[in-house]
T-cell receptor
């Protein structure tokens, strides 16, 4: 099973809302990632968790707050977002040989 | 200089054609290399890892040239279903940082 699941599939939120994106994998992978992808651009790395600890934060604004409750779950908490934060948010996990498996993404629109 | 450079295309090829994509990377210490395929409005999917000796999976062949710091993907006998964006990905030599090329758009025409 090489499945990474993400919820919700779509999210529309206002600039004052607080919401969370969720990601789950059951492949036993110990590294998990959040990426942001704009149309016709490659994914941009936001955060990396390795063994449930935050190992990379690519200077992401504090309105994005990641959380890794356990080795299978990854959350991204959103607060006071801007319209330019509208994008596809992808979660991924990677195997011991660094092959990354992506979830289907959450398409976020900030109004 | 970007960590990974990739020709964005687009490549428009007839069915049955052979098409090749290249990517160059800047860090000679990089150890792991991958090709991903991304369909419109979908997530990237791993197509193949790229091994030092080169590797083949059906119609797809991936090669690594460490001396010139590039990786390539060859698709033989193109099918309509091969139409997608192909992303090359290079892992940093330390940690879990991955660098993506800009992606190459391929359209296979009937």
């Amino acid at each position: 099973d090489t499945e990474v699941t993400q919820t919700p599939k779509h999210l529309v939120m206002g600039m004052t809302n607080k919401k969370s994106l969720k990601c789950e994998q059951h492949m036993g992978h110990r590294a998990m990632y959040w990426y942001k992808q704009k149309a016709k651009k490659p994914p941009e790395l936001m955060f990396v968790y390795s063994y449930e600890k935050l190992s990379i934060n690519e200077s992401v604004p504090s309105r994005f707050s990641p959380e890794c409750p356990n080795s299978s779950l990854l959350n991204l908490h959103l607060h006071a977002l801007q319209p330019e934060d509208s994008a596809l948010y992808l979660c991924a996990s990677s195997s011991i040989n660094y092959e990354q498996y992506f979830g289907p993404g959450t398409r976020l629109t900030v109004t | 200089r970007k960590e990974v450079e990739q020709d964005p295309g687009p490549f428009n090829v007839p069915e049955g054609a052979t098409v090749a994509f290249n990517c160059t990377y800047s860090n000679s210490a990089s150890q792991s290399f991958f090709w991903y395929r991304q369909d419109c409005r979908k997530e990237p999917k791993l197509l193949m890892s790229v091994y030092s000796s080169g590797n083949e999976d059906g119609r797809f062949t991936a090669q690594l040239n460490r001396a010139s710091q590039y990786i390539s993907l060859l698709i033989r006998d193109s099918k309509l279903s091969d139409s997608a964006t192909y992303l090359c990905v290079v892992k940093a030599n330390t940690g879990n940082q991955f660098y993506f090329g800009t992606g190459t758009s391929l359209t296979v025409i009937p």
